[in-house]
């Protein structure tokens, strides 16, 4: 249905709120009214009803470019650690067991760890 309006759905990891446009345009709504000192409770609905008027096109616009570099950067971090602990993982070399060493090394043990680093 989405698809067939000329909407794409976006899919985003849970608890991650800083990839959410609607949690950072939240925050700025909170924000702006958290500055106005002298707010009741009985007034809080058409605060808060006027500040979401002042949300604008052009603020959703930019919220949304801000969560699309962010995402972008933050893949670009996870496949660069990605690829390093990949790379890390293959110049470890784990024995376990007993050794096929005829050494008569004093500190002779059963479990080895050899690394090429």
Request: glycine residues 2%.
């Amino acid at each position: 249905m989405a698809h067939e309006n000329g909407h794409r759905i976006v899919r985003l990891p849970p608890y991650h709120c800083q990839y959410y446009p609607i949690e950072l345009i939240w925050e700025q709504v909170k924000k702006y009214v958290a500055k106005k000192k002298y707010f009741t409770m009985a007034n809080l609905k058409s605060l808060l009803q006027g500040v979401l008027q002042q949300v604008s096109k052009e603020n959703w616009s930019n919220t949304v470019k801000h969560v699309r570099n962010l995402r972008r950067k933050n893949c670009e971090l996870d496949d660069a650690a990605e690829h390093t602990l990949i790379n890390l993982l293959d110049s470890f070399i784990i024995n376990i067991g007993s050794s096929d060493d005829d050494d008569d090394d004093e500190d002779d043990d059963d479990n080895e760890i050899e690394t090429d680093i």
